[in-house]
């Protein structure tokens, strides 16, 4: 009988600029995550969809590729799994409230910051 894999926390990043999310993505490979990709949220919303329960980040920018925004996506995902750790970055203010528990994180930030998110997202 062959041995278990361990655990790995999945994280979901949400984010249509290529190379911001490419290196959301290194960040969190490096720190043990298995990450899912998509540059729109309603692609994120398929993945929701199947795997909310599943997921232990969702990392998504305000603007995004289609016509539902990032906060909107962040709604969509508390409501499919209220523990979720959500995080909405934007370069610009935040005009739209977010859901109970996700945090906004003004651009630029630091990769230091994910990797303690990311710490945190799996002891919740």
Not at 9 to 19: G, R, S
Not at 58 to 66: I, K, N, R, S, W
Not at 104 to 112: E, H, I, M, T, Y
Request: hydrophobic share 50%.
């Amino acid at each position: 009988m062959g041995q278990a894999k361990p655990f790995r926390a999945t994280a979901l990043i949400v984010e249509d600029d290529l190379m911001q999310r490419e290196m959301l993505s290194l960040l969190l490979e490096e720190s043990g995550y298995d990450v899912i990709q998509c540059e729109s949220a309603e692609a994120a919303e398929l993945v929701l969809e199947k795997s909310a329960g599943a997921l232990c980040l969702m990392m998504t920018d305000v603007q995004l590729a289609g016509r539902m925004n990032g906060v909107e996506l962040a709604h969509v995902a508390k409501d499919r799994n209220p523990k979720l750790d959500v995080v909405v970055t934007s370069g610009r203010p935040l005009m739209q409230a977010l859901p109970n528990g996700a945090k906004f994180w003004a651009k630029p930030w630091a990769p230091l910051d994910v990797l303690r998110e990311a710490e945190i997202a799996q002891l919740s």
